[in-house]
């Protein structure tokens, strides 16, 4: 009796060639079978993709085609329009300010101003609401000799801005009211001493031209000097601190920082000016040095 033959398994290369194998034998069957059935059958089965491969991974994130736009503000329009309307009457329909405000409000009377009536110095956009969708509220600042008056107006806009038009006549209104303010951060009183010699120094500088800016500022700080020079003499008045380190007699150790803020008095060809500045100043070398004005929000360093 023959002794038992142990097949071998078949490995990973062995199957592939198998399925090689099959493929072709398949695929030559395919081709005789398109012979078979004709020419056009043969094109079709040669220019066929053979398979369609799906790769599973992460999905692109979707976009939306329409993405929500900020709507363009229409206050500068209403105030071209207010300004017209205020200098128009209703018996002049065909002047040149009432064709203006009837371009952008075609269904609003116009006002009837009484003979030797003055039209107003300045109207501008001050407040501007978003109501919904392409509604607005807009209000303007008429500017007069004897004051200010405010007028507040529905307004009807595109997205773009494109498109205005005033929907209703103006309303006289009064003024905003008188906001309160918050405490000053700077509460810490500064004496007279090296800090309020540089500012003073640099804010001469910096107003009159007297003398070099660069000289007062701190490495890698730059700023330019007021130009041309407005001020012939700058007093310092007060100045306060955040931190009790402003208010020590000999300049801090180097790297200290203080946050200050100066009120001045600029005196001018043109008059005596209050005027108040936030500084950052740095200790280095013995001497306090301008590290940044931040007055108006902004920081030049």
């Known amino acids: 009796m023959p002794a038992p033959t142990l097949e071998t398994p078949p490995t990973a290369a062995g199957l592939d060639l198998e399925r090689t194998r099959r493929t072709i034998r398949l695929g030559r069957a395919g081709v005789w079978a398109c012979l078979l059935a004709g020419p056009a059958a043969l094109a079709l089965a040669l220019t066929a993709p053979s398979a369609t491969v799906v790769t599973q991974g992460t999905p692109a994130p979707a976009t939306n085609a329409a993405a929500a736009v900020e709507p363009a503000d229409p206050s500068g329009y209403v105030a071209e329009f207010a300004d017209a309307w205020l200098r128009s009457a209703a018996d002049a ?16 009377a116009l006002p009837e101003p009484a003979e030797g009536a ?49 929907t209703g006549t103006p309303a006289l209104v009064a003024a905003p009211a008188a906001a309160k303010g918050a405490p000053s951060a700077y509460q810490v009183e500064v004496p007279g001493g090296p800090l309020t010699d540089t500012i003073k120094d640099f804010l001469t500088a910096y107003l009159a031209g007297s003398g070099e800016v660069d000289r007062y500022l701190a490495p890698r700080t730059s700023l330019a000097a007021v130009t041309p020079a407005v001020a012939d003499q ?13 208010t020590a007699e000999q300049v801090a150790s180097d790297s200290t920082r203080v946050h200050i803020q100066a009120s001045v008095t600029a005196h001018t060809k043109s008059g ?30």
């Open 272 to 301: 005596t000016w209050p005027l108040a500045y936030e500084l950052t100043l740095a200790a280095r070398g013995g001497r306090w040095e301008i590290a940044a004005l931040t007055s108006g929000g902004g920081a030049a360093k």
């Open 93 to 108: 329909p065909d002047s040149t300010s009432a064709m203006r405000a009837l371009r952008l409000a075609p269904g609003v």
């Open 118 to 166: 003055k039209a107003p110095q300045k109207v501008t956009a001050v407040r501007s609401v978003h109501r919904n969708g392409t509604q607005w509220s807009v209000t303007v600042a008429a500017q007069y000799a004897d004051g200010v008056r405010y007028f507040a107006m529905p307004v009807t806009a595109s997205t773009s801005g494109g498109a205005v038009a005033v």
């Open 234 to 246: 700058v007093d310092v008045e007060t100045v306060t601190a955040r931190e009790e380190a402003a």
